[in-house]
């Protein structure tokens, strides 16, 4: 596609809830990257997909985050049993390669923890 | 993993004014990236850094990589009201891990 292309835009859910954020990168970038974005803060990067290798899940919070792709292409991030201080904007990017390559982000996806 | 330091966290200016943010690092970088969010929206890359004392500009932006390695700059000159949004410079994050870390940003905001 022409861009980074995330769903849902906007999710809320109560807490307690599992929830799955889509990422659909870049058509032929090798490097996926999500990150956590709290109001006015920066950016907290939460794990990152390079090709077919298993990904670099060090920066995930707790092991209630998980995430996958597919196909080297479209990724999901999941949160189970969500929390209210899970509640921030999801933020997807992808490379071309591997890093430093320019990162390309989504629109993210804004979750709300009621 | 590279921690990277950015000041100052908000700067006003009157429209015209000058502006710099600046991004320190304890170490080494191998390079540093720099990254724009309107208000509202997503980061967009502005530049990337690689070479010790290198600057590069694009139109009233001046971007500086310091001599050693371990710090950077951005500048603009003369801001305008399609400035206002928040900077953000970014490193690998080293140590097995590559994800990219972000500085906490400096948020510009500029008065008429």
């Known amino acids: 596609g022409a861009g980074v292309s995330q769903s849902p835009s906007n999710k809320v859910t109560e807490k307690g809830k599992d929830v799955e954020l889509r990422c659909d990168p870049i058509s032929g970038h090798t490097a996926l990257y999500w990150y956590r974005q709290s109001l006015g803060q920066g950016l907290e990067f939460l794990i990152y997909f390079q090709g077919n290798s298993a990904p670099d899940k060090s920066g995930l919070p707790s092991d209630r985050f998980s995430a996958e792709r597919t196909g080297g292409s479209v990724s999901t991030l999941t949160i189970q049993r969500t929390q209210q201080e899970d509640s921030a904007v999801y933020l997807c990017?992808?490379?071309?390669?591997?890093?430093?390559?320019?990162?390309?982000f989504g629109a993210g996806t804004r979750l709300s923890v009621l | 993993g590279q921690q990277v330091m950015q000041i100052p966290q908000y700067q006003h200016v009157q429209e015209g004014e000058d502006f710099t943010t600046y991004c320190n690092s304890s170490?080494?970088?191998?390079?540093i990236q720099w990254y724009k969010q309107r208000p509202g929206g997503h980061p967009v890359f502005l530049i990337q850094l690689v070479k010790s004392g290198e600057v590069k500009k694009q139109k009233r932006l001046t971007f500086q990589f310091g001599e050693a390695k371990k710090n950077s700059s951005l500048h603009i000159t003369a801001t305008q009201t399609t400035d206002v949004g928040t900077y953000f410079c970014a490193v690998v994050q080293g140590g097995g891990a590559d994800g990219l870390t972000f500085g906490k940003g400096t948020h510009l905001i500029i008065q008429p």
């Open positions: 170490t080494t970088l191998s390079n």
């Open positions: 990017a992808s490379s071309l390669f591997a890093p430093p390559n320019i990162q390309y």
